[in-house]
T-cell receptor, first 115, second 114 residues
Framework: DSGVTQTPKHLITATGQRVTLRCSPR?????VYWYQQSLDQGLQFLIQ???????AKGNILERFSAQQFPDLHSELNLSSLELGDSALYFC??????????????FGSGTQLSVL | DAKTTQPTSMDCAEGRAANLPCNHS???????VYWYRQIHSQGPQYIIH???NNETNEMASLIITEDRKSSTLILPHATLRDTAVYYC???????????????FGKGTKLSVKP
C-alpha cells in the first residue's frame, strides 16, 4: 500500500459526459501528480500541483482540468469525454518539489471506460 | 521524450538474478537514474535510484557505469512476483517546473518463469 488513495477504482460513463477523479496523497506529501495510461500511449504525465498551486503541465487536454485543495487532496476533472479518453488514471504524491531526489508514490489508479 | 533505451522484453528463471540494462548516453551530471516497475495494471512502484555510485536496497541493486552512460538494475533472486514492466528514468537533480517530472518510456517487460 503506497498510502495514496484514489477514488473511484472504476468509472463507466458515456461520451460527452463529465467525471471527477479524486486523489488523497500520502500524509505529509505536498506534491501531487496526475498520469494517464492508455494501451497505445503508455504512461503520460498530465499535470503537477505543489501545495495548492499548479507547478507543471504535461500532455493535458484543454477538456481536462485539475486542482489541489487546502487539505492537499486533488481532483482531476474530465469533460466532454470521448472514447479515446478511456484509460487508467494514476495519481502520485511526493514530499516536496525541487530536489529531484524525492520518490513518487503512486495510487492504484482509476480505470475510466467511456462507452 | 524518454532519454533512456531499454530492451523491450527479457526472461529470467525463478531464483536467478535478473539483470536489466538501461542506456542513457546523453545523461548530464545533475541527473539521477531512477527505476520504477509496474506490475500488471497496478500503480508504478519505486525501486531504487542513484546519481554516480552503485546503490543497494532491500529490493534491488543499481550499478551505474563510471561514465554514467548506462546502468543495470539487478534483482538478486527473482521470483514470479517480480514479473512486471521495469522503467529506467533519468531525472534532474534540482529542477523547476516540468523538468523534474518522471517521464516514462516503454520500459522492459520482465517475465520470471518457473
Amino acid at each position: 500500500d503506497s498510502g495514496v488513495t484514489q477514488t473511484p477504482k472504476h468509472l463507466i460513463t458515456a461520451t460527452g459526459q463529465r467525471v471527477t477523479l479524486r486523489c488523497s496523497p500520502r500524509s505529509g506529501d505536498l506534491s501531487v501528480y496526475w498520469y494517464q495510461q492508455s494501451l497505445d500511449q503508455g504512461l503520460q504525465f498530465l499535470i503537477q500541483y505543489y501545495n495548492g498551486e499548479e507547478r507543471a503541465k504535461g500532455n493535458i487536454l484543454e477538456r481536462f482540468s485539475a486542482q489541489q485543495f487546502p487539505d492537499l487532496h486533488s481532483e482531476l476533472n474530465l469533460s466532454s469525454l470521448e472514447l479515446g479518453d478511456s484509460a487508467l488514471y494514476f495519481c502520485a504524491s511526493s514530499v516536496a518539489v525541487g530536489q529531484g531526489n524525492e520518490k513518487l508514490f503512486f495510487g492504484s489508479g482509476t480505470q475510466l471506460s467511456v462507452l | 521524450d524518454a532519454k533512456t533505451t531499454q530492451p523491450t522484453s527479457m526472461d529470467c528463471a525463478e531464483g536467478r538474478a535478473a539483470n536489466l540494462p538501461c542506456n542513457h548516453s546523453t545523461i548530464s551530471g545533475n541527473e539521477y537514474v531512477y527505476w520504477y516497475r509496474q506490475i500488471h495494471s497496478q500503480g508504478p512502484q519505486y525501486i531504487i535510484h542513484g546519481l554516480k555510485n552503485n546503490e543497494t536496497n532491500e529490493m534491488a541493486s543499481l550499478i551505474i557505469t563510471e561514465d554514467r552512460k548506462s546502468s543495470t538494475l539487478i534483482l538478486p533472486h527473482a521470483t514470479l512476483r517480480d514479473t512486471a514492466v521495469y522503467y529506467c528514468i533519468v531525472r534532474l537533480r534540482n529542477y523547476g517546473g516540468s523538468q523534474g517530472n518522471l517521464i516514462f518510456g516503454k520500459g522492459t517487460k520482465l517475465s520470471v518463469k518457473p
